[in-house]
């Protein structure tokens, strides 16, 4: 493959806050940097529809604040087969698309990684996803986002939760990660955090309740993250009501709220340094490899590290939850 002339951008899985910025800043560090640019709207769907046009500053003028992708995203079954990326390839070639930026999440990058080794054909990946549960970065664009906006719901749930004298059972996004869990339940001083890193928990849970209410608590709220590990916040609900049914237990599921709103200047600036990054890889010739955050230095993770490698929870943070929960 010759000299890279034409970057294409997409957004693919589930959609984050800061995949804006990080469009934003891809487009402008590359037309910075002479390149041209290509926004490929929905996606690997797009990518195979040929849904592309050219892009210019104008194009990501005014976005920096706004939640979701302007490119649109979608999660492509038709990509995951050798045709669908055979088709994907042929539109890239149509386009003079030399480069790929991907913005998304674990199955987003495992679609690049098996598309750049099919083809010989160069991506860089960011991490876009409010589940921050790719390896080699710190943090993904989204999590900070969704953490704050967690807190912001919880914080209104304890008001209810105290004045009724309630246990809540409040689920959290995280796709089998807990990182939203756990740390959403420091930062709204909840009373545990269930995630499916640490099945133990669960256990736990029928003790952790009882020495709450008997001590001075008459309230509490426990964060659950979405898994069949955990058995999602009903599950656990419904455990708790036979063994207990002298609490007055509810349940609220976050859902897709989490995914929404104007990114916090976190995740702003997270996606800024990323996408102007991902350009500076191009041009130091890097190929296949995701942009992490490690300790604020930009750094390059290989696909099959960030991908397979499971990101560790700290679980110094679930000691500390228990602490500050008594
Ligand atoms: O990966 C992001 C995420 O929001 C996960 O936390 C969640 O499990 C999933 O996407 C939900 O996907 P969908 O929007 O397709 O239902």
Known sequence: MGAIKTIGILTSGGDAPGMN???????????????????????????????????????VSNIIQQGGTILKTARCKEFTT??????????IKKHGIDALVVIGGDGSLTGARQFASEFDFPIIGLPGTIDNDLYGTDHTIGYDT????????????????????????????????????????????????????ISTEVDQLAELIQNGFRKSKNSSIVLVAESPVTGGAMGLAERVRKEFPEYDVRVTILGHLQ????????????ASRMG?????????????????????????????KAIKNNKPIDRELL???????I
């Open 146 to 197: 969704a953490l704050n906006t967690i807190m912001w719901c919880v914080d209104r749930i304890r008001d209810t939760a105290t004045s009724h004298e309630r246990l809540f059972f409040i689920e959290v996004m995280g796709r089998n990660a807990g990182f939203l869990a756990l740390n959403g339940a420091i930062a709204s001083g909840a009373e545990a955090a269930i995630i499916p890193e």
């Open 319 to 325: 000691n500390t939850l228990r602490r500050l929960s």
């Open 82 to 91: 050798e045709e669908g990326r055979a088709r994907a390839f042929d539109v």
């Open 276 to 304: 102007a990054a991902a350009v500076d890889a191009l041009l130091e010739g890097q190929r296949n490899v995701m942009i992490g955050d490690d300790n604020e230095e930009i750094v390059y993770v290989p696909f099959s």
């Open 21 to 59: 910025a990080a469009i934003r800043s891809v487009t402008r560090s590359a037309i910075y940097n002479g390149f041209n640019v290509k926004g490929i709207y929905r996606g690997y769907k797009g990518l195979i529809d040929d849904e592309i046009v050219d892009f210019k500053t104008q194009n």
């Open 259 to 270: 995914r929404g709103g104007s990114p916090t200047a976190q995740d702003r600036i997270l």
